[in-house]
């Protein structure tokens, strides 16, 4: 069964990090290109950062200018696994983080592109 799963999530206070990881089952995950996204209430989902697939060597990344600085994602092929390291959380960061995966070497934009999806985790920053 291929499967994503999300984990990390909670509750920070502002200025806080936490780590999100996006773990792959039943395919290998080095061979896709990923993709985090968030959902806050009331709005549409927003690309927040992308990774390359992770054969031959060292992948490119990419981020939504909002949390350029601040987040940084990378994978663990051994692992099976990519992270988004999130630093200097701010309130507006507040939602549920999903991660994403397809089959191409390159980054896509598009939520609809991608074939895998985690079921979510919720981030809330808040004091």
């Known amino acids: 069964q291929l499967q994503l799963v999300e984990s990390g999530g909670g509750l920070v206070q502002p200025g806080g990090s936490l780590t999100l990881s996006c773990a792959a089952s039943?395919?290998?995950?080095?061979?896709?290109?990923v993709g985090w996204f968030r959902q806050a209430p009331g709005k549409e989902r927003e690309g927040v950062s992308c990774?390359?697939?992770?054969?031959?060597?060292?992948?490119?990344?990419n981020y939504t200018d909002s949390v350029k600085g601040r987040f940084t994602i990378s994978r663990d092929n051994a692992k099976n696994t990519v992270y988004l390291q999130m630093n200097s959380l701010k309130p507006e960061d507040t939602a549920v983080y999903y991660c994403a995966a397809k089959r191409v070497r390159v980054c896509v934009r598009q939520a609809y592109e991608y074939d895998y999806w985690g079921q979510g985790t919720q981030v809330t920053v808040s004091s």
């Open positions: 990774i390359n697939n992770g054969s031959g060597g060292r992948s490119t990344t």
């Open positions: 039943g395919f290998p995950l080095e061979y896709y290109a």
